[in-house]
């Protein structure tokens, strides 16, 4: 089995398997740990092994090789991107920095290393809030999801610049989807995760991460959810709650970069220990301070 060979390879190459909740499940199942995005940098910061098999997108591989410059990181399907990283560059935000100087530049992980190593601190969707409430009297930059930003500057009154990136997937979310789904399922709360518009999170029961989702989920008394976030996680859900129900908001959530890895690409990347991500050291010691002062603050 397919399985057997991962895991015997695996071991032999002293390998960990680093899998986000979006990945297909025979992916997730066959992973060290699967977690958000903030989950996995902390273990990618601390783990022993020699070689991470990265499943997700690159910009989090490459935040894996940042945080543990020693280890090889490889990521099984070159291809898999994650759209929102590329809705800004290095240039536009150095033209951004020269003309507002004095603003503290918080960036949401999903970007480049480039745009990391000319930040002031990083930030995932768990801890985002808890990071950018502790600039509160300060003067922001917030990139580049702008739903993620304009969701903690309405509710914190904050002055705060929002880039205008965001995620193809949850940006895409309609209010007319929660009415549906909320008349289908009148007792279900609607858990959603912070890429979405601000109409749809004001609606929500509850906003959070994939990991936020998932300990809401898991520990409230109701018995029903529709989940606002991206299908992978209904595997994590389920198999943690059999006895609640379980909702997707849209057909729509489905992420077409994290569904590009397969199983078969797991066990091609240990093999031929393909595609390595690599990291100019001069970008990586400047990124690494964003992204370790992160981890220092959540
Ligand atoms: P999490 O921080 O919840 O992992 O979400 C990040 C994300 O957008 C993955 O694409
Ligand atoms: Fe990027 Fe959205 Fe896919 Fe996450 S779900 S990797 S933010 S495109």
Known sequence: MI?????KLKKE?????????YQDKEVQDIADFVGDSLELSRIASTTNHKMIIFCGVN??????????PEKKVILPVKEAICPMAMMID????????????????????????????????????SNAEK????????KMLYIPDKNLGTYLKDKYHL??????GFCCIHNNLKTDEVDTMRKAHPKALLLIHPESPLALLKMADYVGSTKGIIDFASKSEAK????GTEEGILHPLRKRNPDKTFYLLSEGLRCYDMKLTKIEDVLRAL???TFEITVDPNILVDAKKALDKMLEMS
């Not at 190459?13 to 909740?21: E, P, S, V």
């Open 3 to 7: 399985q057997d060979e991962i895991l």
């Open 13 to 21: 190459k002293n390998a960990i398997i680093l899998a986000h909740y």
């Open 59 to 68: 910009f989090m591989a490459e935040t894996a090789k940042i945080l543990s």
């Open 90 to 125: 290095k240039e536009k935000l150095l033209a951004y920095k020269k003309l507002n100087p004095d603003r503290v530049v918080i960036c949401y992980v999903n970007s480049y290393a480039d745009v990391k190593a000319l930040s002031d601190v990083c930030v995932t969707s």
């Open 131 to 138: 990071i950018i409430t502790t600039y509160k009297d300060q």
């Open 159 to 164: 002055d705060i610049d929002i880039w205008p």
């Open 224 to 227: 029903e959810f529709i989940i």
């Open 271 to 273: 093999k031929e220990e």
